[in-house]
């Protein structure tokens, strides 16, 4: 009963754009109609179809949440954490405003660590609900784990990160990866993850380096460009071309510095799926900076020029470079994959919803 | 009758064969002896032109129906979900038109519920509010010399006997007065200088006055609060756009509610509108030679259209008599200056 990925690959995407379009325009409409309480259950549907018309080995995935555990999630969400933070805000203000700036100073930074605290639980329980709610074969995945101690992590890892002038990143964005991964499980196997940051140092450090580099570099062009204009005796730089300038060392700032990081990003997805194991089975993640840079390029495209109507069809693409890119080598024995006695948790992913947060 | 399926128990992977047999209400697989009942069966995706079904409390349970479903079994089974189980039952379009119905009722509804609701929160709590919000104002309100008696005078003179209202100067350098909940009303010491007689600010306070006795305070933060609500569950942007659209749109309405209260309250104190419509003449940048930059952040707050001043101006008949003495008006402007002990205007907002 062993399974084996063919050679067309183990992951296969079989969807339509045109079979697609039906349940994207009615979702915006409901969405519109319902002021946006229809929009968990337009996720909902979207899922539906993405992970139906997506092949493992022989068979498709089968997304089983429901918009309404979406609600509820987002519902508990907002009680729990909106709200209170809305208080404290008011508090805080207050306080400002009394003039006690060191006690302002205080409070903000204990709601900033415990926002972080939270947001990392809500990384976690938003992949456990993902794993949990998709099947195949009519196994699912899951966690055993309530990711209480992934916030801490999380918060540790990413100050500790940030503060070593941020070169430290690679090395928290791999291991919270390793973290999380290692505590999540499909049937009765366990993912092991073992990502390390050494391939993406350098990557790193050239999105750190470039930006001072294009500035020195803006700044010279800039003072030469100034110093002709002085020279040609109109005392100041004519303003149009001046403009211009600025205009093409904006967009040139940001659109190198989007290349790198996609150049980053590219490298980053290879290592931690690339090192990904579930069982005897091993993973791959193909897309390379070109295929990144392409489908950014791609994605904006759509939305620009449809003037925002192809954002709909985000979603679609995105899991279409996902699947497309998603490879898988060794064997799944059948009889072994067993169903997962991890604990089903009730409601959907709605702490991530309240801090605006996509994907994994 | 029979009908061949494909099954997942939900306890291992193998995918096994079977068939499907029907008892009446009931059905059992060939390969086992449970039998459950067709009610409990629930519709999934079809997957690859496959018809599938799960069941209930039997997680990752399936029966699959290779290339469809028989007419006759389809009749006995629970029909597919499509957009959700509501709209699948009364059909696609008249739910949107049932949605959109309730939603622009909804949306009627809430435009007008902080109103309401603003008038009906006692003035106590509202002051509760204003204490947990701003409290003090800290060491920053001015109390030099003879202006707070000035100050009082001038409080005193157009509207008479109120004690919900507490009027505050604070030392920075900034055009503007505000409303904070409450009753708390704060002159920035910046719209003391720019202001050039007495009559000029009492307009500004009057219209001030007008948020609080309009309760205007409390219904934007109710506005506010409600929109945020409302908003937070559609896209982060477009929620953004359109509160920042709504909150504008409203204060322009309280805007000139708040300047017909002023204009009653400078009649009945016999105070000329003539000043304040010039003071706002020379903010719209008529006169923008004085201190256009200065002036920006009372624009913002306060939105200065001609026919604000016109409004004014055509309100002036009969004789009016000074807002304050000229004692009483450089003892006022003074009430910063004069204070030693206030905080020098280093806060920024």
């Known amino acids: 009963m062993n399974k084996q990925p063919d050679n067309s690959g183990a992951f296969a995407f079989h969807g339509d754009w045109r079979q697609f379009a039906p349940i994207a325009f009615t979702n915006l409409l409901l969405t519109i109609v319902t002021l946006g309480l229809y929009s968990f259950w337009a996720r909902t549907r979207v899922r539906r179809y993405l992970w139906s018309e997506t092949r493992f080995i022989d068979d498709r995935l089968e997304w089983t949440g429901t918009g309404l555990e979406l609600f509820i999630g987002y519902l508990l969400a907002f009680v729990l954490f909106v709200i209170p933070f809305g208080v404290l805000n008011l508090v805080l203000q207050g306080v400002l405003l009394r003039g006690h700036p060191g006690a302002a100073l205080a409070i903000f930074i204990t709601v900033y660590l415990l926002l972080m605290y939270l947001v990392g639980i809500a990384i976690f329980r938003a992949l456990r609900y993902r794993l949990s709610r998709t099947f195949w074969h009519g196994i699912r995945g899951g966690s055993d784990d309530q990711g ?93 071309g001046m403009i211009a300038f600025l205009f093409v060392f904006v967009l040139l700032f940001y659109g190198v510095l989007g290349v790198i990081a996609l150049f980053f990003y590219s490298a980053y997805f290879r290592e931690v799926i690339g ?71 009730g409601q959907g992913e709605g702490l991530l919803d309240a801090f605006d947060i996509g994907a994994f | 009758m029979t009908y061949p399926v494909w ?46 079904y799960g069941l209930r409390r039997r997680p990752g349970w399936r029966i699959g129906f290779a290339g469809g479903v028989p007419d006759e079994l389809a009749r006995l089974l629970p029909r597919q979900y499509r957009y959700g189980r509501i709209i699948d039952r009364y059909g696609l379009w008249p739910s949107l038109a049932v949605f959109a119905l309730l939603a622009a009722v909804a949306v009627v509804v809430f435009l007008r519920t902080p109103a309401l609701v603003a008038r009906a929160v006692p003035p106590s709590v509202e002051r509760q509010l204003g204490d947990l919000m701003v409290g003090d104002l800290g060491g920053r309100t001015c109390n030099g010399g003879d202006g707070p008696a000035a100050l009082a005078a001038l409080v005193q003179r157009i509207d008479a006997d109120d004690a919900a209202i507490d009027v505050r100067v604070v030392n920075l350098p900034v055009v503007n007065a ?30 001030e006055i007008g948020h609080v006795k309009n309760r205007d305070v409390m219904e934007s933060l109710l506005r506010q609060m409600g929109l945020s609500v409302l908003l937070g569950g559609l896209d982060g942007n477009v929620g953004g756009y359109t509160h920042a659209l709504l909150a504008s749109s409203y204060s322009r309405s309280a805007e000139s509610r708040a300047d017909d209260f002023a204009i009653g309250m400078l009649r009945a ?13 020379r903010l719209g940048g008529k006169e923008g030679k004085d201190g256009v930059a200065q002036a920006l952040s009372y624009l913002a707050s306060h939105p200065v259209s001609s026919g604000r001043a016109k409004a004014f101006a055509e309100s002036a008949k009969g004789t009016y008599r000074p807002a304050l003495t000229p004692e009483q008006w450089r003892a006022l402007r003074g009430i910063c200056p004069s204070d030693k002990d206030v905080e020098k205007p280093e806060f920024r907002f």
Do not use: C
């Not at chain 1, 005897?280 to 489908?295: I, N, P, S, Y």
């Not at chain 1, 791609?298 to 890119?325: C, D, K, M, Q, S």
């Open chain 2, 178 to 207: 505000v409303t904070l909940p409450g009753g708390r009303i704060v002159i920035f010491d910046g719209l003391l200088r720019a202001a050039k007689s007495p009559d000029e600010l009492a307009g500004v306070l009057g219209h």
């Open chain 1, 148 to 240: 209480l101690a992934y916030g801490w992590q999380y918060l540790w890892r990413t100050i500790a990160g940030t503060l070593a002038l941020g070169l430290l990143i690679p090395w928290s964005m791999t291991s919270l990866w390793n973290e999380r991964w290692n505590k999540m499980s499909f049937g009765p196997l366990r993912f092991e993850a073992a990502a390390t940051a050494g391939s993406l140092t350098l990557r790193f450090l050239l999105f750190y380096l470039v930006p001072i580099l294009i500035l020195v570099l803006g700044v010279v062009m800039g003072v030469m460009f100034g110093a002709t204009g002085f020279r040609g005796g109109a005392g100041l730089p004519p303003p149009g």
């Open chain 1, 275 to 345: 090192t990904l194991r579930l069982g005897g089975l091993e993973f791959e993640f193909t897309a390379r900076t070109m295929d990144w840079v392409k489908f950014v390029l791609g994605t904006v495209a759509l939305v620009v020029f449809t003037f925002g109507i192809g954002y709909i069809f985000v979603a679609y693409r995105n899991w279409a470079f996902f699947i497309r890119h998603l490879k898988a080598y060794g064997s799944v024995d059948l009889l072994d994959l067993t169903q997962s006695t991890t604990r089903e948790p």
């Open chain 2, 7 to 52: 099954h997942y128990d939900g306890v291992t992977a193998v995918r096994q064969m079977a068939d499907l047999v029907i008892e009446g209400d009931r059905f059992r697989l060939s390969d086992g002896a449970d039998s459950h009942a067709l009610a409990d069966l629930e519709p999934r995706d079809t997957v690859g032109g496959d018809v599938v």
């Open chain 2, 269 to 281: 104190a016999t105070v000329s509108p003539l000043p304040t419509a010039g003071f706002f003449r």
